[in-house]
């Protein structure tokens, strides 16, 4: 049965009241069948509003992504977040990809985290901020990750949400090209 032909009658011979079969039984015997609604067009989707529920959808993920790995690094380097308050910045995840843990920058040295942090920022990072960082890692108050669960949990993460990150600016750019193009 179909509650669009029923509703109003219903709503007036039962105010108030829930949808039952029998009230819908009733009220269809003498209601005139209609096959389709005339001012009804058959359902279709614009391009662009799909673009946009996808977009919407891998956003979710990345949030979801950023949540984990948050969560990972507040355990073994709480304060890589003060650090690097956008998780998302391309210098945050070349970081997160290649050194992972606060051992592996205090493994990696001054330089090797410079020469990192500038390749990744168009030199946007000085040598202060290397050393800020590496010292953030060597007097780091997080848990020791000697099983490297954290460490394989966060570089599996990061790569998840660079990927997931590229699937948002390929959407948006295809969406926007929809939009003028079409």
């Known amino acids: 049965m179909d509650d669009r032909i029923t509703d109003s009658a219903r709503t007036i011979s039962n105010p108030g009241k829930e949808k039952f079969d029998k009230v819908d039984v009733h009220l269809l015997a003498p209601t005139p069948w209609i096959s ?4 009804r067009r058959p359902h279709s989707r614009d391009d662009t509003s799909e673009l946009t529920r996808l977009l919407q959808s891998v956003k979710k993920n990345v949030a979801r992504i950023m949540n984990l ?10 304060e890589y977040t003060e650090f690097f308050p956008d998780l998302g910045s391309k ?7 290649k050194y992972t843990t606060p051992e592996n920058i205090r493994k990696a040295g001054k330089e090797n ?3 990192l942090m500038k390749k990744s920022s168009r030199n946007h990072y000085s040598r ?12 780091s108050i997080g848990i020791p990750d000697a099983s490297h669960h954290y ?6 993460n990061t790569k998840r949400l660079v990927s997931e990150i590229q699937s948002v600016h390929e959407i948006e750019k ?4 929809s939009v003028y193009c079409g």
């Open 69 to 78: 790995i948050s969560s990972d690094l507040a355990c073994i380097f709480p």
């Open 128 to 139: 202060k901020d290397a050393e800020k960082l590496y010292d953030l890692a060597r007097d």
């Open 36 to 39: 389709e609604f005339p001012d």
């Open 113 to 115: 985290l410079l020469s």
């Open 91 to 97: 210098t945050s995840l070349a970081i997160l990809e």
């Open 174 to 177: 295809r969406r926007l090209s």
């Open 151 to 156: 460490a394989f949990r966060l570089k599996e």
